[in-house]
């Protein structure tokens, strides 16, 4: 039989291990760890020989405290120092959230953007957040102050756009989206449901060669419509479910579940890696899917 003591004690330590972990989840992961997720791999209809380092950044949410300039740039250097080929940020730079003690202006996290640096550049699409926090492109749309912020410190955004790079005379192009669920519903525009500004069947008439395409989309629910012609789809938004035990998450903001919820996925020999992202939306908290960095080694 367990004594008062006894029980005052397991209710302590329990108490005690909520606070914990707690603590861990709304400070330590989400404020100071930063991993380094890696990812090799010859995709379908990849050009013998060419080989590249895809350094990949997703989900900033510039605010106070969880995501400063300082700390965005410091993520940027840190960037730097994986000798990426090319560098991709695949959206959602707006935070995300109210509990915060300040917003991140646009000028501020663009301007901490700017450090990075890769030789074969810096190649950007936007994300839901993007959009949503922006009342004028929701009511009049246009180019959102995030779109302009990054053009601001020569940055050039892709919205449904395809550009054909080289590495060493091999030829690979990178198609990206714009946003999945950039308009929320609104009587101006007669819209009840999101509405997605993406155009993938535009996007892939650009692509005027053999060469293999990486597909940056900031939502991975594209997914299941992405041709074979795409060698490799990257994706954000998910945060790996910010929240993650043992492989699966409780909450996917994605109309799949787990299905894209995080890493690397391979269905029916089309590849897609989700990044679990770098900040927080919602709520300040991560578990079990720390922020990081992606690194993809192609070839």
Not at 16 to 38: H, K, Q, W
Not at 59 to 88: F, Q
Not at 200 to 215: E, F, K, N
Request: with cysteine; aromatic share 8%.
């Amino acid at each position: 039989m367990i004594t008062r003591l006894g029980f005052f004690k397991l209710v302590g330590g329990g108490i005690a291990g909520v606070m914990s972990l707690g603590g861990y989840a709304f400070a330590y992961e989400p404020l100071a760890r930063l991993g380094i997720a890696r990812y090799r791999l010859t995709p379908p209809g990849w050009t013998p020989g060419l080989k590249l380092r895809v350094v990949a950044l997703a989900d900033i949410h510039a605010c106070e405290p969880w995501m400063s300039a300082n700390r965005i740039t410091a993520i940027c250097h840190r960037a730097n120092e994986l000798e990426g080929d090319v560098t991709v940020l695949l959206g959602d730079y707006a935070s995300g959230m109210n509990m915060v003690t300040q917003y991140v202006h646009s000028s501020q996290w663009s301007k901490a953007l700017a450090t990075l640096q890769a030789p074969l550049g810096v190649h950007v699409i936007m994300g839901n957040h993007d959009w949503w926090e922006d009342g004028t492109a929701q009511k009049n749309g246009g180019m959102t102050f995030g779109h302009r912020a990054l053009a601001d410190v020569g940055i050039p955004v892709y919205g449904n756009r395809a550009v054909r790079l080289e590495k060493g005379g091999r030829g690979f192009w990178f198609a990206g989206l714009e946003d999945q669920l950039a308009l929320l519903p609104g009587r101006k525009w007669g819209r009840t449901r999101m509405l997605g500004l993406d155009d993938l069947d535009g996007t892939m008439a650009q692509v005027t060669d053999d060469a293999p395409v990486i597909l940056l989309a900031h939502e991975p629910d594209i997914f299941p419509r992405v041709p074979e012609r795409v060698s490799l789809t990257l994706s954000g938004h998910t945060h790996g479910g910010q929240i993650r035990f043992l492989g699966r998450s409780p909450i996917v903001p994605s109309r799949y579940g787990n299905r894209y919820a995080y890493g690397h996925i391979v269905e029916e020999g089309r590849n897609i890696i989700v990044s679990g992202g770098l900040g927080c939306s919602i709520a300040p908290v991560r578990f079990g899917v720390p922020p990081e960095i992606v690194v993809i080694d192609l070839g």
